[in-house]
């Protein structure tokens, strides 16, 4: 570490929310805790509590356009250099065009440079998984994605992308 100097205690990484901070602690923290996050620009490893995560989520699900179904979703994006991309299910009148609010997260995403993500969050009413189809688009891109589903009565739960997704079909199968 070049110098003594102190980490500021709360860190703007994203203009949508504050980005918790703090050195690698010194006291072992419960991996449920936090995400560990390497800034390169910092040369410092950082610890972002996951209830940040979630909580974009759950904000980014007020912004859902769901007028057929009136099931709202947000999500949140955490990119590898700590930003939060956010997202919200966007339903048509034409039901077949509706786009689910994490691959609105991903669509965001990408256009904004990002392509290596850490986790997502999915916030719903009752806390659901993403579907088939965004955990196909998911995986395009972050195979090894941590994946948090909260409900808006404060429950969240853990999984894995590997997990919601066994025996995956990607690109790597498309080589010869
Ligand atoms: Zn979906």
Do not use: W
């Not at 860190?11 to 072992?28: D, G, M, N, R, W």
């Not at 099931?71 to 919200?88: E, M, N, R, W, Y």
């Not at 189809?133 to 195979?143: G, M, N, S, T």
Request: charged share 15%; hydrophobic share 45%.
């Amino acid at each position: 570490m070049a110098s003594a100097e102190p980490l500021p205690s709360s860190l703007s990484v994203s203009p949508h929310l504050q980005l918790k901070a703090q050195l690698f602690p010194a006291e072992p923290i419960p991996f449920q805790a936090g995400i560990y996050l390497g800034i390169p620009e910092l040369g410092k490893l950082l610890l972002m509590d996951s209830s940040d995560l979630v909580q974009s989520a759950l904000n980014a699900r007020t912004q859902a356009y769901a007028p057929y179904s009136r099931f709202q979703v947000g999500a949140a994006l955490l990119t590898k250099s700590g930003a939060i991309v956010p997202g919200a299910n966007l339903e048509n009148a034409s039901y077949g065009l509706t786009i689910c609010a994490e691959r609105a997260a991903v669509g965001n995403a990408i256009v904004a440079g990002h392509r290596d993500f850490l986790a997502i969050a999915v916030a719903s009413e009752t806390g659901v998984t993403p579907c088939g189809a965004c955990r196909q688009v998911l995986h395009e891109f972050a195979p090894n994605l941590t994946v948090y589903c909260a409900d808006t009565r404060g429950s969240v739960i853990k999984t894995s992308l590997e997990r919601l997704l066994p025996d995956s079909f990607g690109a790597r199968d498309l080589e010869g």
